[in-house]
T-cell receptor
Framework: GAGVSQSPSNKVTEKGKDVELRCDPI?????LYWYRQSLGQGLEFLIY????????KSGLPSDRFSAERTGGSVSTLTIQRTQQEDSAVYLC????????????FGPGTRLTVL | EDQVTQSPEALRLQEGESSSLNCSYT??????LFWYRQDPGKGPEFLFT???AGEEKEKERLKATLTKKESFLHITAPKPEDSATYLC????????????FGQGTELSVKP
């Protein structure tokens, strides 16, 4: 079956512009996670959704970052007024339940802020 | 502070030369430990989940083990196609399933 998909695969933007990153989880997966992977930083947790609710937003780096999930499916991560330090690969993962289940990752969106 | 440390950072092996990767963790309450493989330009690919000390899981040339303080990923007679970055991650109780990742071990297997 289809795995987790993300779009765009690559995004180049200018400093100060807003960007939206999209994640389509595996059908039926109730939990959805966003991570960021930077050179030298490893994978960092950003936010997770259970259904359409986001119980834990503790990993969002600043108030320029926000995310939403609609219909218990697609999620969008929005970064406002992008900065060069936002450059990274943004990864989305989904799992069949919150806690104890393996997470399946998408291919990621590579964001470059000039 | 919850922490995951992987060693070595990079490992070069000859084809057929068995070795082990280490993942040590310091966490408040381990719910599960996960191993992933990541190829360049791709998202992590799930390999194993371990839940309790003493547990072992195998898949082809890979075997993962877990103690109360660390996990090992043993690679037996590796092949060049096993070259990748191997990531270890932990899930902590009552934190909604979010994973805390180590920095990874970059494995290179030469023919």
């Amino acid at each position: 079956g289809a795995g987790v998909s993300q779009s765009p695969s690559n995004k180049v933007t200018e400093k100060g512009k807003d960007v939206e990153l999209r994640c389509d989880p595996i059908s039926g997966h109730t939990a959805l996670y966003w991570y960021r992977q930077s050179l030298g930083q490893g994978l960092e947790f950003l936010i997770y959704f259970q259904g359409n609710s986001a119980p834990d937003k503790s990993g969002l780096p600043s108030d320029r970052f926000s995310a939403e999930r609609t219909g218990g499916s697609v999620s969008t991560l929005t970064i406002q007024r992008t900065q060069q330090e936002d450059s990274a690969v943004y990864l989305c993962a989904s799992s069949s339940s919150v806690s104890g289940s393996e997470q399946f990752f998408g291919p990621g969106t590579r964001l470059t802020v000039l | 502070e919850d922490q995951v440390t992987q060693s070595p950072e990079a490992l070069r092996l000859q084809e057929g030369e068995s070795s082990s990767l280490n993942c040590s963790y310091t966490v408040s309450g381990l719910r599960g430990l996960f191993w992933y493989r990541q190829d360049p330009g791709k998202g992590p690919e799930f390999l194993f989940t371990l839940y309790s000390a003493g547990e072992e899981k195998e898949k082809e040339r890979l075997k993962a083990t877990l103690t109360k303080k660390e996990s090992f990923l043993h690679i037996t007679a590796p092949k060049p196609e096993d070259s990748a970055t191997y990531l270890c991650a932990v899930e902590i109780y009552n934190q909604g399933g979010k994973l805390i990742f180590g920095q990874g071990t970059e494995l290179s297997v030469k023919p």
